[in-house]
């Protein structure tokens, strides 16, 4: 009993210092903070995307996060009112998105035709991204 004791009383501060240190190593990137030049998700979601002829190629409908990056913007294209839509996954270096202090809006731009986006691979809502 006394060996039980004694144990305890050993390792009881051990992992409390263990505790209190990686609390405190993990607390300095807990928070952060949002620069001026961020674009919160809000923002994108039902943003529409236009091509270089100004034409409306398609509409940001989700964001892709692989391993805590944005991966790709899910895009809908085509459809009506929600019937028929067509969903792709189109990587983040091939939108452009920009703020028009002015006319205070979001912009969305990207050099593709509605076609191009029709014909690209299909991304389906189903198994772990069902909505």
């Given at each position: 009993m006394r060996r039980l004791v004694i144990a305890f009383a050993t390792t009881v501060p051990l992992i409390c210092a263990a505790h209190a240190q990686n609390a405190e190593s993990t607390s300095t990137h807990t928070f952060v903070v949002a620069k001026p030049t961020d674009v919160l998700s809000y923002n994108l979601i039902k943003l529409k995307i236009k091509n270089g002829a100004n034409e409306e190629v398609g509409e940001i409908k989700d964001l892709v996060l692989s391993q805590n990056t944005l991966a790709g913007y899910?895009?809908?294209?085509?459809?009506f009112l929600g019937l028929g839509e067509h969903y792709v996954v189109v990587s983040p270096e091939a939108v452009k998105i920009t703020y028009d202090e002015n006319d205070k809006r979001w912009?969305?731009?990207?050099?593709?035709?509605?076609?191009?986006?029709?014909?690209?691979?299909?991304?389906?809502y189903e198994g772990r991204w069902k909505r």
């Open positions: 899910v895009v809908s294209v085509g459809g912009t969305a731009t990207m050099d593709a035709t509605k076609d191009q986006l029709k014909a690209a691979p299909e991304f389906k």
